[in-house]
């Protein structure tokens, strides 16, 4: 599923979240930063999008999800050589930053995840993305 | 600290708009704006809600979400927490507990509430951890107790704001 923030397109990202009510707080705030949001349920919808060619240039992450887990999705799209992309692991789990950074995840955030936090985060991706296209 | 919102200015009646429908209405929905601000305060200064809720305010009131968007998490977390909260009932239920699923539903809680600012079921979520760790059935019972009381409470005041916030829309525009 796509949600687009209106007249602005400018980063592409993957919300990966089985909770609803998560799902839909997050968006929102991708969405107000201005990211264009694709969301998955589990981490096996988030490889497949991947699979089929999809582009993000972020990708969030909750920890335990249903048929297939955050770290475990973020193992399998490293694997296919999705290096640039950034990895952001997000859980309420005390235990969730070590399962993530361990597996390749470029940065975690406890749950809730705050605009506060994020901001910063798609701040430094847009940079990043500004200076690659130069 | 939270900050209510004032009720609207309401221009004091005189001998032509005195009775008049649209300042009745006026009135009214300053009333119920009140009602709502006190509820919202009460939520807030009692530890029921966080700053967590409180984002999730700003961002409609500053015109980023959809009016609407508090009710929509607040329900949809309401019908989540409901159904995780009959879950692990049924697991303690069983004659042998599967702890790990126990486990696994008040994460899933925890991480909902914490989403939407309901702070005392995440803090009743967190002690539960200890009981399910110890794989202490009557522990998980009274932990399980705990959090079914905090959102019964929180609940309650979610269903109330929704209802005043339709009472005020009702009222017509401001």
Redesign the interface.
């Given at each position: 599923m796509e949600l687009k923030a209106k007249g602005f397109t400018s980063i592409k990202a993957l919300l990966v979240e089985d909770?609803?009510?998560?799902r839909?707080?997050?968006s929102?705030?991708l969405?107000?930063l201005h990211c264009e949001v694709t969301l998955a349920m589990n981490g096996k919808e988030a490889v497949d999008l991947f699979l089929e060619g999809k582009k993000f240039d972020i990708v969030l992450f909750?920890k335990?999800m249903p048929v297939m887990t955050g770290p475990e999705a973020i193992v399998k799209i490293r694997a296919m050589g999705e290096t640039d992309v950034k990895m952001v692991g997000v859980?309420?789990?005390d235990h969730a930053m070590e399962a993530f950074m361990s597996v390749g995840a470029d940065l975690f955030v406890p749950?809730?995840m705050?605009?506060e936090a994020l901001g910063p985060i798609i701040q430094e991706v847009i940079n990043k993305k500004k200076n690659d296209m130069v | 600290e939270f900050r209510p919102r004032p009720p609207p200015r309401v221009a004091p009646a005189d001998s032509r708009t005195s009775g008049s429908e649209p300042s009745r209405l006026a009135m009214a929905a300053a009333a119920l704006r009140a009602q709502l601000n006190a509820l919202l305060a009460n939520m807030f200064t009692t530890g029921m809600v966080d700053e967590q809720f409180q984002q999730l305010q700003s961002l409609q009131e500053d015109g980023g979400s959809a009016s609407g968007f508090v009710a929509e998490v607040a329900t949809l977390f309401i019908d989540d927490a409901d159904r995780i909260i009959a879950d692990i009932a049924a697991l303690l239920d069983q004659p042998v507990v599967d702890f790990d699923k126990v486990d696994a539903h008040v994460h899933q809680l925890k991480g909902s509430s914490s989403s939407v600012g309901a702070q005392k079921v995440k803090l009743a979520c967190m002690h539960f951890r200890q009981f399910y760790e110890a794989k202490s059935k009557e522990g998980c019972l009274m932990a399980l107790a705990l959090v079914r009381s905090e959102f019964c409470d929180v609940r309650n005041k979610f269903q109330t704001m929704m209802q005043l916030e339709q009472q005020i829309a009702a009222c017509g525009p401001k």
């Open positions: 909770i609803e009510v998560c839909l707080v997050l929102t705030f969405l107000r909750d335990d859980s309420a789990d749950k809730p705050r605009m | -």
